[in-house]
């Protein structure tokens, strides 16, 4: 659903396991890390909810959810390796999420 014509879109998002040799890396050592901006204009956007969910089977905890600072940026840490879809929300923008190159278009999960 577009909202005043204008999208969110997720950028230079970078994902990588915390440094170690693999058989010492802990199962929750995942990290991704990005920024939302305008899919207009391309200014980083402050105040957006970023969502990360997974196919994986939940581990009872709840996926993570954060909020983009000032300059957009955000941070998931802690993750199990996998795929992760990463999807954007803030008020007045269509949804935004990771690959996807318009409104309503498909999204692309990370692994």
Same mark, same amino acid.
């Given at each position: 659903?577009?909202?005043?014509?204008?999208?969110?879109?997720? &950028?230079?998002? @970078? %994902?990588?396991?915390?440094?170690?040799? !693999?058989? $010492?890396?802990?199962?929750?050592?995942?990290? /991704?890390? +990005?920024?939302?901006?305008?899919?207009?204009?391309?200014?980083?956007? &402050?105040?957006? @909810? %970023?969502?990360?969910?997974?196919?994986? !089977?939940? $581990?009872?905890?709840?996926?993570?959810?954060? /909020?983009? +600072?000032?300059?957009?940026?955000?941070?998931?840490?802690?993750?199990?390796?996998?795929?992760?879809?990463?999807?954007?929300?803030?008020?007045?923008?269509?949804?935004?999420?990771?690959?996807?190159?318009?409104?309503?278009?498909?999204?692309?999960?990370?692994?």
């Amino acid at each position: 659903m577009a909202l005043s014509g204008q999208a969110l879109a997720i &950028a230079v998002v @970078l %994902v990588g396991q915390l440094a170690g040799p !693999p058989q $010492t890396r802990d199962a929750m050592s995942g990290l /991704i890390v +990005g920024q939302v901006v305008d899919g207009d204009s391309g200014r980083p956007l &402050a105040g957006a @909810l %970023v969502a990360a969910s997974s196919p994986l !089977p939940s $581990t009872g905890s709840p996926l993570p959810r954060v /909020i983009t +600072g000032a300059d957009g940026r955000f941070v998931f840490r802690g993750l199990r390796r996998g795929a992760y879809s990463i999807i954007a929300f803030k008020a007045g923008f269509s949804e935004g999420a990771h690959g996807r190159t318009r409104p309503a278009g498909p999204a692309v999960p990370l692994t």
